[in-house]
């Protein structure tokens, strides 16, 4: 495949997956959804051009998403975990240990939440005092409800791995060799 087409295509995949992170401002309640779609969109790039290409792809994004996407709540999960991880998840599982994978995978996952703690408290000057409820400490909650969600969430992509490579993998070979 020729890198124009390979350009192209990241190209295209990246106006997709920045549209889908505008469409926060007018989804206000698919914050959490919509940047994880636009994750997915590596995925694509993964199985067709390899993590070589999805990685600038995602910078793009990554990098235009914080700059011009007001719901920065937004933008902030893509950044830190949902934009990078469908092509870090494809890395891991290159790894024959499963038990590894996972360890590896929640790693990731956890240190994306401890990110995101500290850059809400300390960057965004959120009072530490505020993520509480009834004397319950809010962030225990998420991270416990989170580790249960990620283990949702990583089926969920093996699941859409196994999607496209069955349904859409050979359209687009195809498309793409007779673009040769």
């Not at 106006?15 to 309640?29: I, S, V, W």
């Not at 890395?91 to 590894?100: G, S």
């Not at 409820?133 to 990583?154: C, E, H, R, T």
């Amino acid at each position: 495949m020729n890198h124009t087409i390979r350009v192209a295509f990241c190209g295209v995949l990246a106006g997709l997956g920045l549209a889908l992170m505008f469409l926060t401002a007018l989804l206000p309640m698919a914050t959490f959804a919509l940047p994880a779609l636009a994750g997915l969109l590596m995925i694509m790039i993964v199985i067709e051009m390899g993590a070589r290409w999805a990685w600038p792809t995602f910078a793009v994004v990554a990098i235009l998403s914080v700059f011009f996407v007001p719901d920065k709540q937004a933008a902030l999960l893509y950044v830190i975990f949902f934009g990078y991880y469908p092509i870090l998840k494809a890395l891991i599982e290159r790894l024959k240990n499963k038990i590894v994978q996972w360890v590896l995978k929640y790693a990731v996952f956890n240190a994306a939440i401890v990110s995101a703690y500290f850059i809400a408290i300390y960057l965004l000057s959120i009072p530490a005092d505020s993520l509480s409820l009834f004397g319950v400490s809010l962030p225990w909650v998420f991270w416990i409800a989170g580790n249960v969600i990620f283990f949702i969430y990583d089926i969920a992509i093996t699941g859409v791995v196994m999607f496209y490579i069955k349904q859409l993998h050979k359209v687009f070979r195809k498309w793409f060799q007779n673009k040769k």
